[in-house]
C-alpha cells in the first residue's frame, strides 16, 4: 500500500500574452474596433471586460490540467459539466499487477495527525480494504467486480479540460472555505498557478484566498 499527497500538473495554457491578445481579437469583434488593437491595448481592455461583466469572450482559451486526487475528491469535480473529463478507470485498472506495484495508493487525508487515533483508523480501514480486493482477484475476480471494496481515499486521475471562465467559477466554488478541506488542498495551489500564468483574469480570486494559498494549500 502507498500513500500520498494529492497534486495538479498543467497539462496545456497558453502565454498571458497569447491569452490577451487572442481575447482581444475576439472582444473587437463584438464591437468592430479592430482597428483599436496595439502592441499594449489588451490588458486594459480585458480589464474593462471583467469590470462590466462581460465574461463570454474568456470561453476562447481553454487550459488542460491532470488533477490527482482521491476519488472522493473527483466525484465532486466531475459534475462539472461544461468540463471535459478523462479519469483512470477502477474498471480496467487492476491494482494486483507489477505496474502498479501490486498494491493501492492512498491519498493520504491531511487533516488527521499520523500519530492519531483516527489516523489509525483510517490506515487499518485501508490496509483491509487493499488485502480484500487482493484476495478477490486472487480468487479470480475481474477489477470491475474487485473495485466494490475500494474507498474512497483511493489515488485516481483526472483530466480536465475547461475554458478559462469556467476554471474561475470552480476556484470560486471549490477554493471556498465551506468546500471540502481535501477539495482545497487540490484547488488553491491550482488557483495559484492560473494565477501566475494570466494574473489579470484571476487576480481577484487569488487575492481572496491569498492567505489561505500563503500557510499551507487550504491545509
Known amino acids: 500500500m502507498k500513500i500520498i499527497d494529492p497534486y495538479v500538473e498543467i497539462i496545456n495554457m497558453p502565454d498571458s500574452d497569447f491569452i490577451m491578445k487572442h481575447i482581444e481579437r475576439a472582444a473587437r469583434t463584438c464591437y468592430k474596433s479592430e482597428d483599436k488593437i496595439q502592441e499594449n491595448s489588451a490588458e486594459k481592455l480585458l480589464r474593462s471586460l471583467i469590470k462590466s461583466g462581460h465574461h463570454s469572450?474568456?470561453?476562447?482559451?481553454?487550459?488542460?490540467?491532470k488533477i490527482v486526487c482521491d476519488r472522493g475528491i473527483s466525484h465532486e469535480l466531475v459534475r462539472h459539466r461544461l468540463c471535459?473529463?478523462?479519469q483512470e478507470s477502477t474498471r480496467y485498472a487492476n491494482y494486483s499487477k507489477d505496474k502498479f506495484g501490486k498494491e493501492i495508493t492512498l491519498i493520504r487525508p491531511f487533516f488527521w495527525s499520523e500519530s492519531s487515533e483516527k489516523y489509525q483508523l483510517w490506515l487499518a480501514a485501508m490496509e483491509a480494504a487493499e488485502k480484500?480486493?487482493?484476495k478477490l482477484i486472487e480468487f479470480n475476480a475481474t477489477a470491475q467486480e474487485a473495485r466494490s471494496v475500494l474507498p474512497n481515499s483511493l489515488k485516481t486521475e483526472v483530466f480536465t479540460t475547461a475554458n478559462i471562465r469556467e476554471w474561475k467559477h470552480i476556484f470560486s466554488l471549490r477554493c471556498h472555505k465551506a468546500s471540502h478541506p481535501q477539495m482545497r488542498q487540490v484547488m488553491l495551489p491550482l488557483l495559484d498557478k492560473?494565477?501566475?500564468?494570466?494574473?489579470?483574469?484571476?487576480?481577484?480570486?487569488?487575492?481572496l484566498y491569498k492567505k489561505d494559498i500563503d500557510k499551507g494549500m487550504g491545509q
Open 57 to 65: 469572450v474568456f470561453e476562447h482559451i481553454s487550459v488542460t490540467v
Open 84 to 86: 471535459s473529463f478523462s
Open 132 to 134: 480484500t480486493y487482493l
Open 194 to 207: 492560473f494565477y501566475q500564468s494570466f494574473p489579470v483574469y484571476y487576480e481577484d480570486l487569488y487575492l
